[in-house]
């Protein structure tokens, strides 16, 4: 329980900073598509790669991976249909032993009825889960943030010494 | 308020502040790989392998190398989980080398491998770790099984058995504390009480049949009747009076015949049942015999009870390695199994495969070249052998494994070893066999039979052995061949006389043999032995034996069924005095019935003579009537 608070709380952290929203959305994608992968497989590892080398939040894509790893979880049956459909297609059998039989392909694990399904579904969902990211995270700053910043709470809280240390630790170690 | 403003700079796409920190954790990946992974691979293989085999696996050094895709693995030593002062094999060395093609496709081929001086039964320098039986993983918590299924086939020591019978005391202990329920004894208790009231019953009614003073009375009557008489109307009186006389006797005598012919019925019906107390009392007997396991001098009874330990401990060994071979390979689908609710596990799924023809499976040890020659180094074995297609697909490669592996080990004499063990996997039902034969292994204080009154051991000898067992679809079948040259026995014993015999016999027996096989299920299988030894000691027991079983037999019917016996006695003299008494007395009333039934029948043939008398009369008194009319 505590580890969850943690991370709803760092997500929420995360969403109040000055942090770039498109940053914390493709965090939010790549979160998607890792805690969608049952294990660490290739694909898993080029996800790691992108979110070292492009500026993508990390932590969000962290706290991501851990919320949609519950999801993920429960959909499991539905993940072995979809990739024991696909991967039982006639018409791909001739390019699934192609694959099969090439270089550092089969270390995606693709011929796994879960991981197949988990990839083409988070694979598919994954542009759709961008974009409402970044509608959600724009409406959220616009509205609920802003909303809170003017409440009279908040007002006197940002008064307070505590605040005014907070706010210098922020600017010295954050 | 704001007064502390952090300075907003524009940051780009790439994450340029993190290459310094990637590098640094790739360059303590490197380190990693160069200083730690041999070592951690080698804890993890003495781990795994130690879990695998029960007692503790050292290895002295393992080394990779990443740009050949090489392991050597050096100085494996497994302890004999038996005696862990010993290891049951050590290699030298054991080198993998992988292929860079089919690893990039995420597979493991080694075309090639080396095992190197193979060793048995070294000495450790200190002794090893024996797992406990609840740690063990897979087939190492199996033995009891075969354990059990042996035990119900064989009586453990059947040597010290018969010397028990040989002394006789131990039937009278036996007895003494058996709980037996003797079917005859209750049936002669029934029988005398069905008997006692059949002798009232059969007292009774011949009580009721007509007694002598009725004799006489008819005897009498008959007399009476016999008085010479020429008045014929009193003739006629006497016949017809005579005819009811005859008709009372002829009742008289069919109510005797009857009696007597329902009696004899009832004594042909109890004779045979008093016999049937004779069938009880072997049945009795046998029933006893069974619970008191009087052994029977069956040769091959003695070479199961003799060989247990050795039949047992390779059955043992067998089911382990057959079980060790299985939990690595894939297995056929259970139908009908069990369903048991267990959380799920994520990512399970279901692996699919799409092979191409000659690609490669999985996992494929291609070739092991075993070899290992007798050196200064302390190598006590020359073995040269191989072991090809170590597979976790063997229907994809189309080819078994087969382990063929020759040679000796000179310095502790063993020679003339021969190993193949095929592994076929290739079809729905798995079939292992195993052929074995060594030319000669010295064994050393043998034990053959262990009791407290008698055990034989073999202080020495030199066993040609040879072993072929197939196992399929949880069907085995082993057949054993075994021959111990040269032997040196050691027999100990409470009886002087009995150990004479003993080691006299075995003295005689140039060498001792002991075949035999082993057939059906784990569960349920028959075991089959025979020895030169079983039928040599039966031989020179036989009489001894046949004399102490019949004692035995003979103390046991007196001590149980002297009762049975005697009441049976009793009951057949008391019933044959009873039923002849009855009978010859009803046969002599009979006869006297016959005598006065003939008597009447005389007095019944005067009835002619008063019919002659009533005719002559009568013509006399017509004459006289016709003589009137014409005067």
Known sequence: MGILLKQLFSLIRLLNSDTGHKSIAAGITCGFILGMTPNFSLQSAFIFVCLFIFRIQIGAAFVAAFFFSFIAWALDPVFHSVGSTILEANSLQSLFVNLYNQPIIPFTRFYNSIVMGSGAVSFLLAPIIYVASIVLIKKYRATILERFKQTKLWKAFKLSVVYQWYRKYESLYG | ?631
């Open chain 2, 1 to 631: 308020m704001d007064k502390i403003k952090t300075k907003k700079i524009k940051k780009g796409i790439f994450r340029f502040e993190a290459i310094l920190p990637t590098l640094f954790i790739l360059g303590l990946i490197c380190l990693y790989l160069v200083f730690f992974f041999d070592h951690n691979i080698r804890k993890a293989l003495e781990w795994g392998l130690t879990h695998a085999h029960g007692a503790e696996v050292n290895i002295a050094q393992v080394k990779t190398s990443v740009k050949d895709l090489k392991v050597g693995i050096y100085g494996v030593q497994f302890t004999y989980d038996r005696d862990p002062k010993l290891d049951v094999v050590r290699f030298d060395e054991i080198s993998l080398h992988f292929i860079w093609k089919a690893l990039l496709q995420a597979k493991y081929i080694v075309p090639d491998s080396n095992i190197k001086n193979i060793q048995t039964m070294v000495e450790r320098k200190k002794p090893g770790r024996v797992l406990k039986l609840s740690d063990k993983t897979g087939y190492r918590g199996i033995q009891s099984g075969v354990e059990n299924n042996i035990k119900e086939q064989v009586s453990e020591n059947i040597v010290s058995d018969l010397y028990q019978l040989s002394k006789g005391t131990d039937v009278d202990d036996q007895l003494k504390s058996l709980q037996y329920e003797l079917k005859s004894d209750q049936y002669v208790k029934n029988l005398e009480k069905e008997i006692k009231e059949k002798e009232e019953y059969w007292k009774k009614r011949i009580d009721q049949l007509p007694k002598k003073e009725e004799f006489k009375k008819y005897e009498q009557r008959a007399k009476a009747l016999s008085a010479k008489s020429k008045n014929g109307l009193e003739i006629a009186g006497r016949v017809k009076e005579a005819s009811k006389l005859y008709k009372e006797v002829q009742a008289t005598i069919q109510s005797y015949k009857t009696t007597s012919s329902d009696l004899k019925k009832d004594v042909s019906k109890y004779s045979n049942e008093i016999k049937g107390i004779d069938k009880l009392i072997k049945s009795d007997l046998q029933g006893i015999k069974n619970k008191l396991k009087i052994p029977s001098i069956n040769p091959s009874d003695i070479s199961k009870g003799v060989f247990f330990p050795i039949i047992q401990s390779k059955l043992v060994e067998f089911k382990r390695y057959i079980a060790m071979v299985q939990s690595y390979l894939p297995e056929k689908k259970k139908e009908n199994k069990e369903q048991v609710v267990v959380p799920r596990k994520r990512g399970r799924g279901k692996n699919y495969y799409f092979p191409k023809k000659n690609s490669y499976p999985k996992f494929w040890i291609k070739n092991v070249n075993v070899s290992s020659t007798v050196n200064e180094k302390g190598v006590n074995g020359n073995f040269a052998g191989k072991i090809t297609n170590i597979t976790n697909n063997p229907k994809h490669i189309g080819l078994p494994i087969i382990a063929d592996i020759k040679g000796d080990a000179p310095q502790q004499q063993v020679r003339g070893i021969q190993a193949l063990i095929t592994v076929d996997h290739r079809e729905d039902i798995p079939k292992e066999t195993v052929e074995f034969s060594v030319d000669s292994f010295p064994t050393k204080n043998l034990v053959l039979s262990k009791g407290s009154d008698l055990a034989i051991s073999m202080a020495k000898s030199l066993l040609a052995s040879k072993i072929s067992a197939t196992h399929s679809n949880n069907n085995i079948q082993l057949n054993l061949k075994n021959e111990f040259k040269q032997p040196n026995y050691n027999v100990e014993g409470k009886s002087e006389s009995l150990k004479k015999v003993v080691l006299s016999t075995l003295n005689k027996m140039p060498a001792l043999t002991l075949n035999g096989s082993v057939k059906g299920t784990w569960k349920d299988f028959d075991l089959s032995l025979n020895s030169n030894f079983g039928s040599e000691l039966s031989k020179a027991f036989k009489q001894k034996i046949n004399d102490k079983v019949k004692e035995a037999e003979d103390k046991i019917k007196s001590k149980l069924f002297g009762s049975s016996e005697k009441a049976k006695e009793k009951l057949q003299s008391r019933f044959k005095k009873f039923s002849s008494g009855s009978l010859s007395d009803l046969k002599g009333k009979e006869g006297h019935l016959d005598k006065i039934k003939k008597e009447i029948s005389d007095l019944k043939n005067g009835k002619g003579a008063l019919k002659k008398l009533k005719s002559e009369s009568l013509k006399k008194e017509g004459k006289k009537l016709l003589k009137g009319l014409f005067k």
